[in-house]
């Protein structure tokens, strides 16, 4: 269709992508087979059935057994896949979060992983022609301990594309407030403050990020559709929420995608990014969330544009590549 061809041709940027959950079932599958002992089916059907979630804790623990990275090849390996996968889909920039204390812990030493990345990151750029920027984020459930040592690592390696911190992981009986130190030390520090928060629980938590973590987007942020007052700072302060809705819905943040806020927060003003999350564990890439927002919301082309605009000017690039891609 037109909306189809023009969604295909369109330069975009995609600004919510965890590295782990970006692996294609083929990917995942070459380095499964490679570390046949971690626990990650090495079979097609199996590992179908693997990526299966009946709810959102079920998603986490899944996502959490997945360790496919124990050397620093296996890194390279999924950064260059990934980025083949974002060419393909005219993603011109990409922020990627990378979760360095889980790697460390799957055995990938820190030395290690940021050559790994910096490495990936020059292939991606050589090959595909895809620029890459990392957000390196904190799983809540490893605790405030699990943050310092992430902004450690951030801060300490600081590989070349590095632009900030994330947190990512459950948001029920874990507070976004209980991360501020970690995430102070990482702003003074310089990087951008890029938490994860409304997702799966009210808005309470996004105002959270924002007024203790200094949040400059907010991972889904969702919740906001509940929260007037939220949508009028979010608009005045042009605080970008990375939605993504097919995420939402298999995960089952959202009910479904004709209960999906998407278009109530579009309405009120907020800077809207569109986000695959995880393509790889949700069988989906950011072409397809665009067209999705025609099918299901009735975007046009028009607004189709100004969604992709919306991410580039929410972009931690080089103005020389935001002014390619806008
Ligand atoms: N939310 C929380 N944790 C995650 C996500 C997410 O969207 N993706 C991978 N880990
Ligand atoms: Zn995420």
Not at 139 to 163: K, N, Q, S, W
Not at 174 to 188: E, G, L, Y
Not at 281 to 297: G, I, K, N, P, S
Request: charged residues 20%; proline residues 6%; negative net charge.
């Amino acid at each position: 269709s037109t909306v189809a061809d023009f969604v295909a041709a369109l330069p975009k940027v995609e600004l919510h992508l965890h590295l782990v959950g970006s692996a294609s079932l083929d990917t995942v599958l070459t380095l499964a087979r490679r570390h046949p002992d971690g626990g990650v089916p090495t079979e097609l059907d199996a590992l179908r059935r693997f990526y299966t979630f009946t709810d959102f804790p079920h998603f986490l623990d899944v996502y959490r057994q997945v360790n496919l990275l124990v050397t620093a090849a296996d890194v390279v390996t999924l950064v260059t896949e990934l980025a083949a996968d974002l060419a393909a889909r005219t993603v011109r920039y990409a922020e990627v979060q990378v979760t360095p204390v889980r790697h460390r812990m799957g055995g990938v030493g820190y030395d290690d992983l940021a050559q790994a990345l910096v490495d990936g990151r020059t292939l991606a750029r050589e090959r595909h022609g895809v620029e890459l920027g990392w957000v390196f984020d904190a799983d809540a459930i490893l605790g405030p301990a699990g943050a310092e040592e992430t902004v450690d690592f951030a801060v300490g390696h600081r590989p070349d594309g590095t632009v900030g911190i994330g947190l990512g992981g459950s948001e029920l009986g874990v507070s976004r407030a209980d991360f501020a130190p970690a995430f102070h030390r990482a702003v003074a520090a310089g990087l951008h403050s890029l938490p994860h928060a409304g997702e799966t629980v009210g808005p309470g938590e996004i105002w959270a990020a924002l007024t203790d973590l200094g949040a400059e987007r907010i991972g889904h942020g969702i919740a906001a559709a509940q929260d007037p007052r939220l949508l009028e700072y979010l608009a005045a302060h042009h605080i970008p929420l990375e939605v993504c809705p097919t995420s939402n819905l298999l995960t089952g943040a959202a009910p479904s995608l004709a209960a999906h806020p998407l278009p109530a927060l579009v309405a009120a003003g907020v800077p809207v990014t569109l986000a695959t999350d995880d393509p790889g564990m949700f069988q989906t890439d950011l072409d397809a969330e665009y067209r999705l927002c025609h099918d299901v919301f009735g975007m046009g082309i028009p607004e189709l544009a100004e969604i992709a605009r919306t991410g580039a000017r929410a972009a931690f690039c080089s103005d020389e590549l935001r002014t390619q891609i806008l």
